[in-house]
Every structure is written in structure tokens, then in C-alpha cells.
């Protein structure tokens, strides 16, 4: 088993930035993908990013492109998540996920965080 630990947010107001960070507890080829979701009240959870061992594939939800930036190191087992220009409409939990091969649904991940909350002040 793997588990992630998320860090890192908070109340911003809107047009700042946060930095999100997520460390896994060990490494193992079955979080070679590491990426993000978020989940507003009252709304499904939704794809964010997400990252590939080697940082060559990597995928954001139009909402967020240009706008947030996905990195990860893996000598540390973390996958960070900086946001820029944020916007009330990003308030949300904010939860790491991973697993062995890409993807952007839910119903894909293998290991999950336990979430982060982000509120965006207009």
C-alpha cells in the first residue's frame, strides 16, 4: 500500500497563488502517474493534472491550463501543484491521486489523498 499526504492549502483571495504538495509515503512502479483532482460542494470531483514518472506527459483540464503548473520530483516522491490567477470558482478540496498508467477519471485511481481545501476569495 501507498499512502499520499497532501499539504499546502488555504485562503487566498482571488488572482493569488498556492502552492499544493503531495509526498507519497514510498516509491513503487504503481504511482508511476501522479496527478490532482478537486471536488467543489455539491459537484463531482474532476480532473485537475496530472504527471508522468519522467514528466513527459503531461495533461491539464482546460479550466486550470495556463493557469496552474504540475511538477514532480522524484527523489523525494512528491508531485506539487503551483496555482496562479486563482479564481473563486477553483475553491474546492483538492486531492492527489496516483496510480500505474495515465489518467484524467476518477474511477481510474489506485491511491488517493485525503484532501486539501483551497478557498478563493472574491
Known amino acids: 500500500q501507498v499512502q499520499l499526504v497532501e499539504s499546502g492549502g488555504g485562503l487566498v483571495q482571488a488572482g493569488g497563488s498556492l502552492r499544493l504538495s503531495c509526498a507519497a509515503s514510498?516509491?513503487?512502479?504503481?504511482?508511476?502517474?501522479m496527478g490532482w483532482f478537486r471536488q467543489a460542494p455539491g459537484k463531482e470531483r474532476e480532473f485537475v493534472a496530472r504527471?508522468?514518472?519522467?514528466?513527459?506527459?503531461?495533461y491539464y483540464a482546460d479550466s486550470v491550463k495556463g493557469r496552474f503548473t504540475i511538477s514532480r520530483d522524484n527523489a523525494k516522491n512528491t508531485v506539487d501543484l503551483q496555482m496562479n490567477m486563482l479564481k473563486p470558482e477553483d475553491t474546492a478540496v483538492y486531492y492527489c491521486?496516483?496510480?500505474?498508467?495515465?489518467?484524467?477519471?476518477?474511477?481510474?485511481?489506485?491511491?488517493w489523498g485525503q484532501g486539501t481545501q483551497v478557498t478563493v476569495s472574491s
Open positions: 514510498r516509491r513503487t512502479s504503481s504511482i508511476d502517474v
Open positions: 491521486a496516483a496510480r500505474r498508467l495515465l489518467f484524467t477519471r476518477q474511477n481510474e485511481i489506485d491511491y
Open positions: 504527471i508522468s514518472w519522467t514528466g513527459g506527459s503531461i
